[in-house]
């Protein structure tokens, strides 16, 4: 067997012994030996192989797969630019904390820098946004010695990427330089019962890993604070396992990718500029970057800011400077005026939230109402994505929070690439229909994650549902989308493309509808495929619906 296919088969095989269950593949020459060997090891059932044409976006799917399983997923690509595709879902993990494999194929390092075809530097090419980066040597002769050091350096890769030692879970890059032959002899390619074949030392007995390396087991003291003060938390994507007992009824403004999204408050992005209900201090969990309320908050020098991390050794989040000290959430025992005052002024926000939403004050802002309605018509057991921008804040102003749906969104970078791939790698995972609410821009960042990988691959219960107001609605909210800049808000700023959704959709397989206003159509179900559903909006707007939606609660606080 040359060493190509040697090597191949026993990195997919230590792959699968130390808990793979999936892995993306994307089509090329010089990744052909593990391509085959992916390919060999579905056959035998010990992996599920996903194969797309589109680097960037089997990229996201690789890190929706691994966000919904918790597992590491690798994705395989061949060399070149091939390469530099995957940095933007490499950067989200690095800053979601998502254990992705980036498994890149190369020339062998003699020829690079001679003008070989498809040949770039690829080793080191994402810098420090991979906790892990390295290569395999060209395979040679296959001995027993060069195996234990290839399934060696396959167990360090995977603890890298659960953080096992080194800090939070994250991408690994690790490079596998290639020479010909590139494809099994005849008798190797031949199916058989072997993943490895004859002539290629096996791994250890009982299909265990070649180096057990245990889970990282990390814990923070208390946070040194007053749990009798008036306390509000924070909490972003991230952060420690939701228990709620810790709080002791003080107030909590969760994030909706939070694991701690059930138990907040329903209107509190609404309630944090009130100063009635100004905390003496706050506790962040994980990592919040929705709303700039929250921001101000923070860099309020009177308040005292803890942050909590969680267990996996993510970097505190401490944006203005202001946090005294980093640990873990103790129990609160807050005054009861304080946690009266902050549910009395949720449930009138709440109230008038609803009323606004529903009598056509914010009609000028379609997304905050079916975002509310849209979290509400998801079935228990369900799985939400967002996409960044304005529905995953729209969900957070105005959807009730709820047990029983998963909600995820790609926080990391907070970028709007990839996000259709990174939802159908999700629902792949998930035990359970998924739902995704994005934009139109996002989605057309993202058109190859429409086209899926082919007849051959599983589809996924994935409902788009497409806010589509033909361009970057959420300009209108900031500093831009003020009228001393109308005169160029469309050209540099709102940006309209006039794409058909529908008819792109459809293109690509997807079954397609416009809207009819039945909530029922904003939700997945077990067997529904793939579906796209268009909700056509305007986003002239935005900006006064907003506003006129923050007199109408304050309204009623007052």
């Given at each position: 067997?040359?060493?190509?296919?040697a090597?191949a088969?026993?990195?997919v095989?230590?792959?699968?012994?130390?808990?793979v269950?999936?892995?993306v593949l994307?089509?090329g020459s010089?990744?052909?030996p593990?391509?085959l060997a992916?390919?060999?090891?579905?056959e035998?059932?010990l992996?599920?192989l996903h194969?797309?044409t589109d680097e960037?976006?089997a990229?996201?799917?690789?890190?929706?797969?691994s966000l919904a399983?918790g597992?590491?997923?690798?994705?395989?690509v061949t060399?070149?630019?091939?390469?530099a595709?995957?940095?933007?879902a490499?950067?989200?993990?690095a800053?979601?904390?998502?254990?992705?494999?980036?498994?890149?194929a190369?020339r062998?390092?003699?020829?690079v820098g001679?003008?070989?075809s498809?040949?770039?530097?690829?080793?080191?090419?994402?810098?420090?946004?991979v906790?892990?980066?390295?290569s395999?040597?060209?395979p040679?002769a296959?001995?027993?010695?060069?195996v234990r050091?290839?399934?060696?350096?396959v167990?360090?890769?995977?603890?890298a990427?659960?953080?096992t030692g080194?800090?939070?879970?994250?991408?690994v890059h690790?490079?596998?330089?290639y020479t010909?032959?590139?494809?099994?002899?005849t008798e190797d390619?031949a199916p058989?019962?072997?993943?490895l074949?004859?002539?290629?030392?096996?791994?250890?007995?009982?299909?265990e890993p070649w180096?057990?390396?245990?889970?990282?087991?990390r814990?923070?003291?208390?946070?040194p604070?007053?749990p009798a003060a008036?306390?509000l938390v924070i909490a972003?994507?991230?952060?420690p396992?939701?228990?709620?007992a810790r709080?002791?009824?003080?107030?909590?403004?969760?994030?909706?990718?939070s694991?701690w999204?059930?138990?907040a408050?329903r209107?509190?992005p609404?309630?944090?500029?009130?100063?009635e209900?100004?905390?003496?201090?706050?506790v962040?969990?994980?990592r919040?970057?929705?709303?700039r309320a929250?921001?101000a908050?923070?860099a309020?020098p009177?308040v005292?800011v803890?942050a909590d991390p969680?267990?996996?050794g993510?970097?505190?989040?401490?944006?203005?400077?202001t946090?005294?000290?980093?640990?873990?959430l103790?129990?609160l025992?807050?005054?009861?005026?304080?946690?009266?005052?902050?549910?009395a002024a949720d449930?009138?926000?709440?109230?008038?939230?609803?009323?606004?939403?529903d009598?056509?004050t914010?009609?000028?802002?379609p997304?905050?109402?079916?975002?509310?309605?849209?979290?509400?018509?998801?079935p228990?057991?369900?799985?939400?994505v967002l996409g960044?921008s304005?529905p995953?804040?729209?969900?957070?102003?105005?959807?009730?929070?709820?047990?029983g749906l998963?909600?995820?969104?790609?926080?990391?970078v907070?970028?709007i690439d990839g996000?259709v791939s990174?939802?159908?790698?999700?629902a792949?995972a998930?035990?359970?229909?998924?739902?995704?609410?994005l934009?139109d821009?996002?989605?057309?960042?993202?058109?190859?994650g429409?086209?899926?990988g082919?007849p051959?691959?599983?589809d996924p219960?994935l409902?788009?549902?497409v806010l589509d107001d033909?361009?970057?609605?959420?300009?209108?909210l900031l500093?831009?989308?003020?009228?001393e800049?109308a005169?160029a808000?469309e050209r540099?700023?709102g940006t309209?493309?006039g794409?058909d959704?529908?008819g792109?959709a459809?293109a690509?397989?997807?079954a397609?509808?416009?809207w009819?206003?039945d909530?029922?159509e904003?939700?997945?179900?077990?067997g529904?495929g793939?579906r796209?559903v268009r909700?056509?909006?305007a986003?002239?707007?935005?900006r006064?619906a907003?506003?006129a939606l923050?007199?109408t609660?304050?309204?009623?606080l007052a």
């Amino acid at each position: 067997m040359n060493g190509s296919t040697a090597q191949a088969r026993v990195l997919v095989d230590e792959l699968v012994r130390a808990g793979v269950t999936d892995a993306v593949l994307c089509p090329g020459s010089r990744n052909a030996p593990p391509a085959l060997a992916l390919a060999r090891a579905e056959e035998l059932g010990l992996v599920g192989l996903h194969v797309r044409t589109d680097e960037r976006a089997a990229g996201f799917l690789a890190l929706g797969l691994s966000l919904a399983s918790g597992r590491p997923v690798p994705v395989v690509v061949t060399s070149g630019t091939a390469v530099a595709n995957l940095h933007p879902a490499v950067l989200e993990a690095a800053h979601a904390g998502v254990p992705l494999l980036a498994l890149t194929a190369d020339r062998p390092p003699e020829l690079v820098g001679t003008g070989a075809s498809q040949t770039i530097a690829q080793s080191g090419l994402f810098g420090p946004a991979v906790r892990w980066s390295g290569s395999l040597a060209v395979p040679g002769a296959v001995t027993d010695a060069e195996v234990r050091r290839w399934r060696a350096t396959v167990a360090r890769v995977l603890a890298a990427a659960a953080g096992t030692g080194s800090g939070a879970p994250g991408p690994v890059h690790l490079d596998l330089p290639y020479t010909e032959p590139l494809v099994p002899e005849t008798e190797d390619a031949a199916p058989g019962s072997d993943l490895l074949g004859p002539g290629v030392p096996p791994g250890r007995d009982g299909g265990e890993p070649w180096t057990a390396v245990p889970p990282p087991v990390r814990s923070l003291p208390p946070l040194p604070l007053d749990p009798a003060a008036r306390t509000l938390v924070i909490a972003g994507s991230g952060g420690p396992a939701a228990d709620p007992a810790r709080l002791g009824g003080a107030p909590l403004v969760a994030e909706p990718s939070s694991g701690w999204w059930p138990h907040a408050l329903r209107s509190g992005p609404w309630l944090l500029d009130r100063p009635e209900l100004r905390p003496s201090q706050v506790v962040v969990l994980g990592r919040p970057t929705l709303h700039r309320a929250v921001a101000a908050l923070l860099a309020d020098p009177a308040v005292a800011v803890h942050a909590d991390p969680g267990p996996h050794g993510a970097p505190w989040t401490d944006v203005p400077g202001t946090v005294r000290a980093v640990g873990s959430l103790p129990h609160l025992t807050p005054p009861d005026d304080w946690t009266w005052a902050w549910s009395a002024a949720d449930r009138t926000a709440a109230k008038a939230l609803d009323t606004a939403l529903d009598d056509g004050t914010a009609d000028g802002a379609p997304g905050l109402r079916l975002a509310r309605d849209l979290v509400r018509a998801q079935p228990d057991g369900g799985q939400l994505v967002l996409g960044s921008s304005n529905p995953v804040r729209d969900v957070a102003l105005a959807a009730a929070p709820r047990d029983g749906l998963v909600v995820r969104a790609n926080r990391g970078v907070a970028g709007i690439d990839g996000t259709v791939s990174t939802a159908a790698g999700a629902a792949l995972a998930h035990d359970g229909p998924t739902t995704l609410l994005l934009g139109d821009l996002t989605l057309l960042h993202d058109t190859t994650g429409l086209v899926g990988g082919g007849p051959a691959e599983p589809d996924p219960d994935l409902t788009v549902v497409v806010l589509d107001d033909d361009g970057g609605g959420i300009f209108h909210l900031l500093e831009q989308g003020g009228p001393e800049h109308a005169h160029a808000f469309e050209r540099v700023f709102g940006t309209p493309t006039g794409v058909d959704l529908l008819g792109l959709a459809r293109a690509t397989g997807w079954a397609a509808a416009d809207w009819t206003g039945d909530p029922a159509e904003l939700a997945a179900w077990p067997g529904s495929g793939r579906r796209l559903v268009r909700v056509a909006a305007a986003r002239s707007g935005l900006r006064d619906a907003h506003a006129a939606l923050r007199r109408t609660v304050a309204a009623a606080l007052a």
